[in-house]
């Protein structure tokens, strides 16, 4: 049974030349606070910071990228504990579902998944082991007696995983309940609130009509009238930001940020209200209206702006219906940024308090759409590779494609955007490692010097991020 | 006069560790048999056994690589034989046509023709000389001489290539005669048949309406209705899997499996058997929904779906008059899969029964739509690099690009989709290089255990393709 | 204070083998005379042989590349000089704008500018000093000094920059008399003009029937018909032949060759000039058929045609306004070629008199589109990467996705295609670095001889792009 280990070096570049350069860069990186300024770790899990449960319940139960590897090889959700929405049975012997895991970890060969759990089982739960049929068992043990120890709880973790801040993602109607707790209990300046109003800007979301009377209720602003739901949303932002909150998040299907027209967009808002089903199309321009607006008022909160385009949610609806959304079926499509973000950007791409930080899991716009506008607009940021593409392969390509055109100083530094609070570490380290390698190649083509490249790792590793999402 | 050598380490990665590595896994995988599950060599080749042609017969004339470069550069087809399909004259003296390709042997430098050539001209047919102007002769001369031995014959390179099993492409209406013969002499575990509809599923092709005929007079079911039609496929598809075959095969423009109303399809087919035109977009639309029907047929007889998409065939119509189909203008074009695919999916995605092996020419799909697609639904793996991307760069890509999100459990293992009998050794011989020097950077990244790396690449040279195309 | 210094081994691949290689190879083309077939520099430049002005308005103002990243970084255009088109105010102290640029050097960091700026400033220039707030008044007075010297005028640096030929870019009603002075002091061989129609092929340019009237004068033939417009372009075409022209160029947002019906066509040059607004879908049609034309043109003269499509140029309305066109603010956009070019090809791609040369800063149709469509039709040839590509990863992800369909020999060898005069060496001299290095790899894997992959290397840096300009 060989041991499970975790070489210094690993997705350091193999060559013996590069690799002594970007070991001396990733050495200076290596110990920086991280800084998360985007993800889903849910406010709750700090403001309570309850002991995590059992090994599967955190790392397989609600980590789609690990279940939905699963379930390609046919292996169903059920039998993996994955909660179903129709309240139909789901496999609920953790320890069952463990050793299912297990048993496949050759599924996860060449993953960013196999890199993350690595990387957790060895230095966040003291694991040895390599992951099988014999060691399931074992492993189990291991992670369930660690999880029960005081130092492994939620707000302990803060300190031993070196989080300076971390922002959590909430709906545009949170009562913001948790994070007045945690400001309560001296977090609120290390756990912040991101603005997210996905659910309010779809008309054609099942709950449209009850978040918007949520939203009415939370803000104390008559909804009834697309000018009020506006003011109820800016009411909101402002609550956010009082609540140290330092961005939006936006996740469309489509970049697209055509402004509606104002008297289009009320009677729109007021049919869809009063019970009418809006078209697709109508759907649609409507989101991209609510880009436009939202961008409107971050020049006027500086709040910054995240967008996050391109993927086709719960691609299988029947999945979506037994298992709810977010299943590991949502599947990416080609996006078009340069004319979907011209009319946001005419408008307030060069407003001094306009901030964008842009993501994309479609790689093609890197050289072609997103380096070049990040390139020219000041108040454009690139976002770090996303979701299929944080990976060591997907981040090489975002730095070889977007930094001839964008540079470094136009892109935000990593983001992890995970809700797998225990892979947060090994995601950091891993962009370390890879944005070392890069500039180690650099540095060893005489396209940089070794001073440039180590001062270009710590600020992306470390400054970006914080410059990045500062407010407006 | 420089000798035609292949370097045991040809196509590995050059850098000393990487290539130490990579020569230890190849050497696992090198002398595995080849499982050769798609591919375009006729069944009358192995059913027959003669002998091959000349030289140019053999390499040059049948194979749209080779020639395509050659008309590049403005050497007409005819001057190095392609037959007319309008009757006109083209070259016959096999010799000069040998000479003329030999005289341009540069411009394949870079190609993986290039590649395949040189392992043919060296392992297949001994020839130590590089192809020149003053070689061709002694060249066409060695070729000549080999083709007419025995041990060239067909059925008897089967076992000089190590082919353990090697699929033909054959036609709805084929009464698959040949495979008959080849049952008869005991080969029928060896050569199987394809199921490949595409004739009969496109409405537009100028022999729609024979072949339909033809259809009903080979399944004995009457193919004058819609109904028909598909009771026919259905007949076709089991004596299909009768006589061995475990795929079919859909070249389509587009990957779009929209259903057709049944009754819209039952009209539209009558209509245009009655000897209306269809539009381009009926066209369209029937064949999207005999994808469908197809798909929904795997589920009930088993049988492997593959769709090789995005191909724009005979892009130049003159060439297309003269020559004939395939004659090297085919032009790939952008291709959808998360949207297109997505109605088959929904249905059949997760279908016991049902897989589904998905090949694209267009690169930017790997990590935006076919990684996730198949890193989520069981049925679908991803298939080997087709056509322009069955190269060194294309397969190294492919990995680069795909294995983050779809693992290597997820991919078909190679498929060599030639009609190029010589080149398929080359062809195995190429991928198991390639995928070797990627398996050693991450050994060597610390991403992946040697041993693990070893498992891979057998499991991707071997028995992934033969567990693909086992039917369900 | 580092002293700046170009390592000789600069931009090739660093692993010591590779090098080893790559720098045999790169012997062999670093002194060959540059063939410079496609840029920007002004006739005027050559004509009147004017010393330069001062460092920033020879290096920063007039180079986008350079202005946009400051730009990006909140620094106003205006701040660094870059003229106004409304006759507003801008920084006139080239002093202070060459501060700015020095002291936000570090933004440049990993792009090619810096990289072609380091090139300049030392081997150009004699400059050992790294740019920053410090340094910036020394390195702008060794500037000053070096370009108010004789040998530092333009003539005199076409002989120091080893240039052999170089093609202007003009207007189809250019009268070309800077050309004629060329000629007359004995350069008409040496520095050529180059024939690019788009203003008057796009009917809603602002200038469009001036524009017309223009060419009407200078043709001395009536543009007041569609069929006078025509021969009026033939005219010019011929002109330009006669003053040593090789080539035209086209600028277009889409490749779209679609040939408009000479009916329509007529129609609607006669509308748009008697004042009608086109439509948008009018404008693009009338300038794909346009295309069309240009293509039966140089069948009949035989200049070769170059496209260059897919950037939507001013992207922000509103910097255009203020400052004009062409400031940093082209976007490109997602680009079709393989149905869009078919009308053209399927007319004039196999005749003998046509070359067509096709650019893209879209890379994914490298490996998709256009290394397929050169690799068949004879008279196609690939551009070098453009724009945002002409970097060191461009260049290489360009090798490594087109040479395998394409080969080598249809591609056109290296264009630099800029309006900075200074960086023509450093552009050439990068583009051999970095083919040294692909050649490389590719003799390393025994892919390649170090014969062949010299004389390649010869090729594409000096008799393709000569050889790809011949005219028909």
């Not at 922002?167 to 209990?185: C, E, G, I, W």
């Not at 602003?221 to 998040?249: C, H, V, W």
């Not at 209200?273 to 008022?297: K, N």
């Not at 070889?400 to 995970?418: K, Q």
Request: hydrophobic share 40%.
């Amino acid at each position: 049974m060989t041991s499970l280990q975790l070489h210094p070096d690993r997705a350091l570049p193999f060559a013996p030349e590069q690799r002594r350069v970007a070991k001396q860069i990733y050495g200076e990186t290596k110990d920086l606070p991280l800084i998360c300024m985007h993800g889903h770790v849910e406010a709750e899990v700090f403001a309570e910071d309850r002991p995590f449960a059992d090994p599967a319940q955190l790392l397989i139960v609600p980590d789609h990228y690990v279940f939905r590897m699963l379930a390609s090889q046919g292996i169903d959700l059920a039998a993996v504990g994955v909660p179903r929405a129709d309240g139909g049975a789901v496999e609920s012997d953790s320890r069952k579902i463990w050793r299912t895991f297990c048993e496949n970890w050759k599924l996860y060969r060449g993953t960013p998944s196999r890199y993350w759990l690595e990387h957790e089982l060895v230095e966040v739960f003291g694991v040895d082991l390599v992951p099988s049929a014999e060691t399931a068992d074992a492993i189990y043990d291991r992670i369930a007696a660690r999880v029960a120890e005081p130092q492994f709880r939620p707000r302990a973790l803060l300190d031993r995983f070196n989080i300076e801040v971390i922002s959590t993602t909430d709906s545009a109607f949170s009562r913001l309940q948790q994070h007045a707790k945690l400001a309560a209990d001296g977090l609120g300046e290390r756990v912040l609130p991101t603005f997210r109003p996905d659910a309010v800007v779809y008309l054609d979301r099942p709950a449209w009509r009850a978040d918007i009377a949520e939203l009415a209720a939370v803000s104390g602003i008559d909804t009834s009238t697309y000018d009020g739901f506006l003011d109820a949303l800016r009411q909101r932002r402002a609550a956010f930001a009082e609540a140290g909150a330092r961005a939006t998040d936006h996740g469309h299907l489509s970049a697209d940020t055509t402004p509606m027209d104002v008297d289009v967009a009320r009677d729109l808002y007021s049919r869809v209200l009063a019970g009418a089903d809006p078209t697709g199309a109508e759907v649609a321009a409507f989101a991209a209206g609510m880009l436009y607006r939202m961008a409107e008022m971050s020049c006027e909160d500086g709040l910054v702006m995240q967008i996050h385009p391109g993927v086709l949610r719960d691609h299988n609806t029947a999945i979506a219906k037994t298992h709810g959304q977010d299943k590991g079926y949502d599947i990416p499509v080609r996006t078009e940024f340069t004319k979907a973000l011209r009319p946001m950007l005419e408008r307030f791409g060069t407003h001094p308090r306009f901030r964008l930080i842009l993501f994309t899991v479609d790689e093609t716009v890197y050289s072609r759409e997103l380096a070049p506008i990040a390139g020219a607009y000041p108040s454009v940021r690139l976002g770090a590779p996303w979701w299929f593409l944080d990976s060591p392969e997907g981040m090489r390509r975002f730095r070889e494609s977007a930094t001839e055109t964008a540079g470094f100083y136009n892109t935000s530094g990593f983001v992890d955007d995970t809700r797998a609070y225990a892979s947060i570490p090994a995601r950091h380290d891993l962009f370390r490692r890879v944005d070392a390698g890069y500039l180690a190649r650099l540095v060893l083509e005489h396209r940089l010097g070794l001073d440039e490249a180590v001062e270009t790792a710590v600020d992306l590793a470390y400054h970006l991020p914080k410059q990045s999402y500062q407010r407006g």
